[in-house]
């Protein structure tokens, strides 16, 4: 293989199409998965698939994860059949959300074998991977930034946040808490407009050119609100996990944070009414309930 030998474990919701990115961009992409069905797709796209995170570090210069949880990303990097394991792979970038301790063990695990952490974690959603404009946040040191930049511009913008482990993932935990919040604040304010007499989506056109205006307005509730489809692309047991790490990471810096609180409850609640499966946006179906309205337009 050339030194364009890239490998990507996790081909789900993002990393599928990021993948995806990788092949039209001309790389040579080795995948691996626990779904086959995910590993045939890309395959049938021009990758190559491998039976292992050892194995793909084994067939790549540089691999990436975007995987679902904390506990799944350090198995992938540093267990028994891991990344760390494959003799080829010297740089591993991690485009999940993990949170800043899982990033720093990891990095010190890697580091015993001569391997380099990338924080890569990215905003935007399946539109933005499909697409390359995601925002990805990275932290590495300068050397290792300059070398992967003209890989990770292929997803979207690039905000190299500092060279420490676990600064990307900081700033990408505080990015989902405010998300999550904008939606637990605009579901209760389109809920009390409704419950007046208002039509939601003449609130939601006023708002969008109005000081309210944030990410739930201009895009979950005309996406996924207000046709009544609850299917905007993130899971509320993910959303649930983000936040309650921004909390935990807030807890140990010494920051107060009061409405993340309030948030990480609302989210709790969802989780335990709709499943960890649903989508997010069901927050706003709880506030439908709890006022008894319906937020459609």
């Known amino acids: 293989m050339s030194q364009n030998a890239i490998g990507f474990i996790g081909l789900g919701r993002m990393g599928g199409p990021m993948s995806t990115r990788l092949l039209k961009a ?8 626990v779904s086959q069905q995910a590993i045939d797709r890309l395959v049938g796209e021009g990758a190559e698939s491998a039976g292992s995170p050892r194995e793909v570090a ?3 210069d540089i691999v990436l994860t975007s995987l679902p949880t904390p506990p799944i990303v350090e198995e992938t990097a540093l267990g ?6 494959g003799e080829r792979a010297q740089i591993l970038i991690d485009v999940s959300t993990t949170g800043p301790s899982t990033a720093t063990r990891v990095a010190e ?12 974690p990215v905003s935007g959603g399946v539109a933005g991977a499909t697409n390359g404009t995601l925002a990805v946040m990275v932290s590495c040191p300068q050397a290792t930034f300059e070398r992967v930049e003209p890989l990770v511009q292929n997803f979207g913008k690039i905000f190299h946040v500092g ?4 600064l990307a993932q900081v700033l990408k935990l505080a990015n989902n808490m405010l998300a999550a919040g904008a939606l637990v604040l605009s579901s209760e304010a389109l809920a009390m407009g409704v419950k007046a007499g208002i039509d939601p989506k003449v609130m939601i056109d ?12 201009q895009d979950k509730f005309p996406k996924a609100i207000l046709p009544g489809t609850f299917d905007f692309g993130f899971a509320t047991g993910l959303s649930y996990k983000d936040v309650r790490m ?5 807890e ?6 009061l409405g993340g609180a309030f948030v990480r409850e609302m989210l709790a609640i969802t989780q335990a009414k709709y499943g960890a499966d649903s989508d997010f946006t069901c927050i706003a179906r709880l506030m439908e309930e709890w006022a008894d309205v319906e937020i459609r337009g």
Do not use: F
């Open 26 to 33: 001309g790389y040579q992409v080795v995948v691996h998965d």
């Open 58 to 60: 084994e067939r790549s």
């Open 80 to 85: 028994k059949d891991g990344i760390v394991k």
């Open 109 to 120: 695990g890697l580091a015993t074998a001569g391997k380099q952490w990338v924080d890569s």
């Open 163 to 166: 060279d420490k482990p676990g």
């Open 206 to 217: 006023t708002i969008n050119v109005s000081s309210g205006r944030n990410s739930a307005t």
């Open 246 to 250: 921004c909390i935990d990471e807030s």
């Open 252 to 257: 140990t810096l010494g920051v107060p944070m």
